[in-house]
Structure formats: C-alpha cells, structure tokens
C-alpha cells in the first residue's frame, strides 16, 4: 500500500512538472511573439517568426493535444503570411486556420476564446472562395462565439469591431472599439493589450468619422496593426 501511494505522488509531482513546463515554454512563445510583432523592426520580422515556429513545432511535438500551443502555432504562422509571397501567404492562413480547428477541437474554451478570435478574423480577413476560405458568416459565428466565452476581452471586442466596420455597421462598431478601449489591460499581458487599446480607440475616432461623413473607414488589420515602426 505503502508503495502505490508512492507512486501515486510521483505520478502527481510529475503531472505537475508536465504542467508548469508547458505554462512556461508558452509564456516564452507569447513574449516573443509580442516582442517580434510589436518591437522587431519590420525587415527582420520574418526570420524572427520562422525561429519561433521551430519552437513552437518542438513544443508540439512534446505537447501533442496542447490546444495552446497548437493555438500559439497558427497565430505565428498567419502572423508570418505577411511577409510572404501570395502563394505561401494563402497556403500558411489555411494552416493556420486548420490549426485553429484542430485546437477548438482539443478545447472550445481555448485561450478564453482567443481561438475564436484569430479564426472569426481569418474568416473576414482571407479572399473569399475560389482564392480561400473566407466567409463572413463563418466571421460573424466565430467572433461572436469568442464574446459568448469572454465578453470583456479586448480582443474579441476589437476584432468584433472591426469585422462590422467593414459590414459598414459604423454604429454598431463603434460600441465594441468603446468597450475595447475601456476595458483594464491584463496585468500578464500588459504591453500587448495597451497596443491593442491604442488601435481600439484610433478605430472608434474612423468609426465615429464615418458616421458623419458616410465615407470609407481605415480598416485596421490583424497581421499589420502596430506595424509601423
């Protein structure tokens, strides 16, 4: 008896190890990933990206059904559509939005509906059938899926936003960019979330904009956002 409760606690201890390693190696993945996106100057993005990919195929590989880290691998890799040819661009958004599946399979919850997010916007970002997969309707259906989850996230109100800025529903946009702006950065995430912030309220003043003056908006993207360096 003496040993099975032995093994029982090295099996746990271990559990935990398993655990916290993973958290770990996936903090590291979103800091670098925010430090390249945000701070890496343009030109050396791409290269920048490809090493994080290594990483985060390595982790995968040691995490098989780690719904996040297979999150963390699409967003580096729709990240890095942007700096490639329009061929390689569309064949890593279908990865990404594979990948994205693959990880709402493992978990529906995961990322706090992060997945969601980068999938609704995928959706409404990519060229629409016979180029790619995109679908405002799917858009519509993956967004609002990720406010069902998380209502408060600055993310899915963001992209919400966005995505009914390009429906031409100004009004209804600018309620999300509102909620976006207004919303407590995550202290975890502090950096990012103030960046993306910054974009919500720039996104309220053209959705405002254009509600007085009927004329196109500036459309914020994804993968471009906080580019400029």
């Known amino acids: 008896m003496k040993k099975l409760f032995l093994v029982v606690l090295l099996l746990l201890s271990s559990a935990q190890c398993f655990a916290e390693n993973l958290k770990d190696s996936l903090k590291n993945i979103e800091a670098e990933w925010t430090s390249i996106y945000y701070k890496t100057p343009q030109s ?42 329009a061929f390689s661009a569309l064949s890593a958004i279908q990865e990404a939005r594979d ?12 990322m706090g509906g992060s997945a969601y997010v980068t999938l609704g916007t995928l959706y409404y ?20 899926a990720a406010l069902k989850i998380n209502p408060d996230s600055i993310d899915a109100n963001y ?4 995505f009914l800025l390009q429906q031409n529903k100004p009004n209804d946009a600018a ?35 254009r509600k007085i003056s009927s004329q196109k908006g500036i459309f914020l993207s994804l993968f471009n956002s906080a580019s400029a360096k």
């Not at 990948?99 to 995961?110: F, G």
């Open 99 to 110: 990948l994205l599946l693959k990880a709402l399979k493992i978990d529906p919850k995961t």
């Open 175 to 209: 309620i999300y960019f509102k909620k976006a702006s207004a919303t407590p950065a995550r202290t975890e995430q502090l950096f990012a979330d103030n960046q993306l912030k910054a974009e919500a309220r720039l996104a309220l003043e053209n959705a405002q904009q």
């Open 44 to 85: 050396e993005q791409g290269p920048a990206y490809v090493q994080l990919l290594d990483k985060t195929t390595n982790l995968i590989r040691q995490y098989p059904n780690a719904a996040e880290a297979i999150y963390w691998q699409a967003v580096i890799k729709a990240t890095y559509a942007d700096h490639q040819d």
């Open 159 to 162: 992209f919400y936003g966005e």
């Open 125 to 144: 970002m990519a060229p629409k059938w016979p180029i790619s997969f995109g679908d405002d309707d799917a858009a519509k259906q993956m967004l609002e």
